[in-house]
């Protein structure tokens, strides 16, 4: 896939345009998300804390990227990569609940269910998940056939086959057990690199892509997505919570299969640099 040019005058450094990025995208989500005020009131509270709680907005931004890769008009794309992000606050607010991972800070900020209670926290993350196939259903100017695969393409990644909840299972089922290469691959794969590679695709099934530019693209996500997670787990180890903006060493804590504890510390760096050259 050539590589497309972009003019002088239109660049930006990395800093800049990534703080326009996720400026665009809150933007977006706000138009999208159901307001604080919209009855029933609470449930729209919740999903909003969580939604606009200092995301990266990495997942919307490849998807947009991926489509500018193909095309150079990309005007509609941002809700389709909205509803990315959407998939992955909902998986937040229920890895941190008590019965999966149990954590009291995400962000640097109260989990949602400290805030909000559990019962209310579940409700938050299944009001994201339907909120995010209800966004792909209702695009602008995208020929239904493409919506449908847009929604295919999202469904699979958060699935249970190869997907993130897949991968989740794989997770949980994992702690305290022997930790193995091919269990770390396929956790990591499903419950991280699904929806980044997702990401990728998506934007490149809105903007026409060609099978072999598709294919491309599912290839670089799929290498970011392990470079992502892998650096992930390091951080665990050797950043603090206050550094990570929640609870550092959890991983080990609670016996998770992770890259440092399958390939040691300087190894799994290498492995982060290689996944990025």
């Known amino acids: 896939m050539a590589a497309r040019t972009v003019p002088a005058g239109k660049r930006m450094n990395l800093a800049d345009y990534l703080t326009a990025g996720q400026n665009r995208i ?25 939604l606009f709680a200092g995301g990266k907005r990495i997942r919307p931004l490849l998807c947009i990227e991926a489509a500018r890769a193909i095309r150079d008009d990309v005007t509609g794309v941002e809700p389709a990569a909205c509803s990315l992000e959407m998939i992955h ?18 962000r640097g900020k109260p989990t949602n269910h400290k805030v909000f209670g559990e019962a209310m926290a579940i409700l938050a993350g299944d009001a994201l998940l339907t909120l995010a196939f209800q966004t792909l ?17 999202l469904a699979s990644a958060s699935g249970t086959v190869n997907g993130m909840i897949g991968g989740q299972v794989a997770d ?27 990401s990728l695709r998506m934007g490149a099934i809105w903007a026409g892509a060609t ?67």
């Not at 695009?139 to 393409?153: K, M, N, T, W």
Request: with cysteine.
């Open 137 to 153: 259903a209702q695009l602008d100017g995208c020929p239904a056939e493409v919506r449908i695969r847009l929604v295919g393409e």
């Open 211 to 277: 099978a072999a530019q598709l294919g491309a693209l599912t290839d670089y996500g799929e290498h970011i997505g392990l470079a992502f997670q892998i650096v992930d787990d390091l951080l665990d180890v050797e950043e603090s919570s206050a550094a990570l903006g929640k609870t550092a060493g959890k991983d080990a804590t609670q016996g998770k299969i992770t890259f440092p504890a399958v390939y040691g510390l300087e190894r799994s760096h290498r492995m982060a640099d290689d996944e990025c050259a």
């Open 172 to 198: 949980i089922e994992g702690e305290r057990q022997t930790p193995t290469r091919e269990l770390l691959a396929y956790i990591h794969q499903a419950k991280t690199g699904a929806l980044l590679r997702a």
């Open 26 to 50: 809150e933007q977006i989500l706000d138009a999208l998300c159901p307001p604080d005020s919209e009855t029933p009131a609470t449930i729209h509270r919740a999903m909003r804390y969580s």
């Open 89 to 106: 606050t909902y998986s937040l607010i229920h890895d941190d609940l008590p019965a999966l991972d149990n954590d009291d800070f995400r």
